[in-house]
């Protein structure tokens, strides 16, 4: 018995040092021209490193067209997302988690170009209005250069991303974890629910 419990510390010990050793993620992502997606992972000072390469096409985004049966509002897949941004704290709570992503990972490169459109010039220009804070927040980041462009014309969503990062594994997920189990983020699910259900 006092073997097994030896054996399961040193187990617990093993995986909290492997989640403490860095790793390095090299992202490309372009569904506009090339139509591209790449992700290099390099952990454990260079003995795992991972490519993996996909087409952008199996990534790009189909929206419905509009019917003309006339459809509740409340069912349009954007409703709920609306609902949770717009929840009390949510996008506060999510401001302090982007930071603490960004104080924890070594950002080296991230450069972003996105496009995007809701098929409604009303939600498209809600979202975007919602979304000001972190964009504001992401243009002020060191090595960050990203740019968002509502489209109120016509449902779509492009991509262009480079990034290049470094992460600690267990202090990322202690961020995630802190912000999943976070008052703001239940209440943006059970507000996204409510719209999604009535």
């Given at each position: 018995?006092?073997?097994?419990?030896?054996?399961?510390?040193?187990?617990?010990?093993?995986?909290?040092?492997?989640?403490?050793?860095?790793?390095?993620?090299?992202?490309?992502?372009?569904?506009?021209?090339?139509?591209?997606?790449?992700?290099?992972?390099?952990?454990?000072?260079?003995?795992?490193?991972?490519?993996?390469?996909?087409?952008?096409?199996?990534?790009d985004i189909e929206f419905e067209k509009p019917k003309k049966k006339r459809r509740s509002k409340s069912k349009s897949g954007i409703k709920p997302i609306?609902?949770?941004?717009?929840?009390?704290?949510?996008?506060?709570?999510?401001?302090?988690?982007?930071?603490?992503?960004?104080?924890?990972?070594?950002?080296?490169?991230?450069?972003?170009?996105?496009?995007?459109?809701?098929?409604?010039?009303?939600?498209?220009?809600?979202?975007?209005?919602?979304?000001?804070?972190?964009?504001?927040?992401?243009?002020?980041?060191?090595?960050?250069?990203?740019?968002?462009?509502?489209?109120?014309?016509?449902?779509?969503?492009?991509?262009?991303?480079?990034?290049?990062?470094?992460?600690?594994?267990?202090?990322?997920?202690?961020?995630?974890?802190?912000?999943?189990?976070?008052?703001?983020?239940?209440?943006?699910?059970?507000?996204?629910?409510?719209?999604?259900?009535?």
């Open positions: 018995m006092l073997t097994l419990f030896y054996i399961l510390i040193s187990l617990n010990v093993l995986l909290i040092m492997l989640l403490a050793v860095p790793i390095d993620i090299e992202y490309e992502f372009n569904n506009r021209l090339e139509k591209k997606s790449r992700t290099r992972i390099i952990w454990l000072f260079g003995l795992i490193n991972v490519e993996l390469k996909e087409s952008a096409n199996d990534f609306l609902a949770a941004l717009k929840s009390e704290g949510f996008l506060r709570r999510t401001l302090k988690f982007l930071k603490d992503i960004f104080n924890i990972a070594e950002i080296k490169n991230l450069q972003a170009k996105l496009s995007f459109g809701l098929g409604d010039p009303a939600d498209t220009g809600q979202l975007y209005g919602l979304m000001s804070p972190v964009f504001a927040f992401l243009y002020a980041v060191p090595r960050v250069n990203v740019s968002f462009t509502p489209i109120f014309d016509r449902a779509t969503l492009d991509a262009e991303i480079n990034a290049a990062l470094r992460i600690v594994p267990i202090r990322f997920f202690r961020a995630i974890f802190r912000f999943i189990v976070s008052k703001e983020f239940f209440r943006a699910i059970k507000s996204a629910y409510k719209v999604y259900k009535s």
